[in-house]
């Protein structure tokens, strides 16, 4: 079936380093693709979304990459802090045949990055 | 988000007992979705519902029921809670008059069946 997965599920990184946290997806129709923070004892928030007519999008301290080639998505933090640490998640949305979305969004398996001081 | 909220945070229950989970915003949206979060997994999508007379099962319904009282209200029921439906239960809203709708997510109900 369709998917939306991750390739890593825990990343460490140094404070001030850079992190990549990549996803892949399978179906070829995702058009909108998401990527959610979730801290501990919190829900998901919005960090940075990308269409699919884009390769790259930025946002403060956060890139989006899309690679519709081979179905990859990743997101790119600048600097990394301690307060970066968190469970990432990519998300796909698909909008329906007649071009209004149904909303619904997919999630991959989530990548766990740690900060070290 | 403070603008999305659930009820209760926390709730322990016995296998057999009916539980209801609350959930309101105030972000004006009219889509609401009830997923479940389990250890390792991403965010599977219970139910949702785009107004309040559209209800839809998402994939994995089955030991779930949903109530829209009112575009801001959206309850999620277990009839008969059994062990396995311990987990995160999260609420979000987004706004369907945009193609392209970010989904905001409410702080999570932890429920224990034990």
């Known amino acids: 079936g369709e998917s939306v997965g991750l390739h890593l599920p825990t990343l460490s990184v140094q404070e001030g380093d850079n992190s990549i946290i990549n996803c892949a997806y399978s179906?070829?129709?995702?058009?909108?693709f998401i990527w959610y923070k979730q801290e501990s004892g919190k829900g998901p928030q919005f960090i940075i979304d990308?269409?699919?007519?884009?390769d790259k999008r930025q946002g403060q301290r956060v890139t989006v990459l899309l690679n519709k080639t081979v179905k990859h998505l990743s997101l790119q933090i600048a600097a990394t802090q301690p307060g970066d640490s968190a469970v990432y998640f990519c998300a796909e949305n698909r909008a329906n045949a007649g071009g209004t979305s149904y909303g619904k969004l997919t999630f991959g398996q989530g990548t766990i990055l740690t900060v070290h001081p | 988000d403070a603008d999305v909220t659930q009820t209760p945070r926390n709730r322990i229950t016995k296998t057999g007992k009916r539980i209801m989970l609350e959930c309101s915003q105030t972000k004006g949206h009219d889509r609401m979705y009830w997923y479940r979060q389990d250890p390792g997994l991403g965010l599977r999508l219970i139910y949702y519902s785009f107004d309040v007379k559209d209800i839809n099962k998402g994939e994995i319904s089955d030991g779930y029921s949903v109530s829209r009282q009112a575009q801001a209200k959206f309850s999620l029921s277990l009839e008969s809670a059994i062990p396995n439906q311990t987990a995160l239960y999260f609420c979000?809203?987004?706004?369907?008059?945009?193609?392209?709708?970010?989904?905001?997510f409410g702080p999570g109900t932890r429920l224990t069946v034990l």
């Open positions: 179906n070829s129709a995702s058009d909108y």
């Open positions: 990308i269409r699919s007519n884009m």
């Open positions: 979000a809203t987004s706004d369907g008059h945009t193609l392209y709708n970010e989904q905001f």
